[in-house]
Antibody, heavy 121, light 110 residues
Framework: QVQLQESGPGLVKPSQTLSLTCSVS??????????WSWIRQPAGKGLEWIGR???????NYNPSLKSRVTISVDTSKNQFSLKLSSVTAADTAVYYC?????????????WGQGTLVTVSS | QSVLTQPPSASGTPGQRVTISCSGS????????VNWYQQLPGTAPKLLMY???QRPSGVPDRFSGSKSGTSASLAISGIQSEDEADYYC???????????FGTGTKVTVL
């Protein structure tokens, strides 16, 4: 059974960089069969796709966040990471990591439990 | 601003059929398959339906999905109290080059 677990600071100061890690167990992050994605959800609001990483090194980012986002993978630790720079209060949200099978359906079949990140001084 | 529009709320009494719509365009629903996610209160979203009408293992068959043109719908036949949740449609948008979620529908069992 695949499991994903987000970790990282729960509080980030404005203008700083938000850094989160997603640890994957029960499957290899190096598999060519999956994308590894980040999604966020402000309190009481809907879901926003941030971007995804593929083991070949290719990435896709939400154009509205692209200038501030970097998603990378550490295969030795079976983890992937999110960095979001120059954060503001608008970046306060629960951040989820998820797996997307490369089967053409673009579905996110496994999700982490989510981690709340608050941007505040 | 989401490009997929859903009604903010839907409701039904136990045993009733409840349907949720998801309206998009040719660049998203019109050209790609639709997925649905269920988010129970305080939990992470869960994949409920993929490929328009395919249920992942473990999803009850009272849930069904369909797609026609640039719209999709999720139906819950014989709704139960444990189905109270937020539901989101989602798909890839070829024009925006990103994954897009619907606005979300809160389902209440009366």
């Amino acid at each position: 059974q695949v499991q994903l677990q987000e970790s990282g600071p729960g509080l980030v100061k404005p203008s700083q960089t938000l850094s989160l890690t997603c640890s994957v167990s029960g499957g290899s992050i190096s598999s060519s069969s999956y994308y590894w994605s980040w999604i966020r959800q402000p309190a009481g609001k809907g879901l926003e796709w941030i971007g995804r990483f593929y083991t070949s090194g290719s990435t896709n980012y939400n154009p509205s966040l692209k200038s501030r986002v970097t998603i990378s993978v550490d295969t030795s630790k079976n983890q992937f990471s999110l960095k979001l720079s120059s954060v503001t209060a608008a970046d306060t949200a629960v951040y989820y990591c998820a797996r997307e099978p490369r089967d053409g359906y673009n579905s996110l079949d496994y999700w982490g439990q989510g981690t709340l990140v608050t941007v505040s001084s | 601003q989401s490009v997929l529009t859903q009604p903010p709320s839907a409701s039904g009494t136990p045993g009733q059929r409840v349907t949720i719509s998801c309206s998009g365009s040719s660049s998203n629903i019109g050209g790609n398959t639709v997925n649905w996610y269920q988010q129970l209160p305080g939990t992470a979203p869960k994949l409920l339906m993929y490929g328009n009408n395919q249920r992942p293992s473990g999803v009850p068959d009272r849930f069904s999905g369909s797609k026609s043109g640039t719209s999709a719908s999720l139906a819950i036949s014989g709704i139960q109290s444990e189905d109270e949740a937020d539901y989101y449609c989602a798909t890839w948008d070829d024009s925006l080059a990103r994954y897009v979620f619907g606005t979300g529908t809160k389902v209440t069992v009366l």
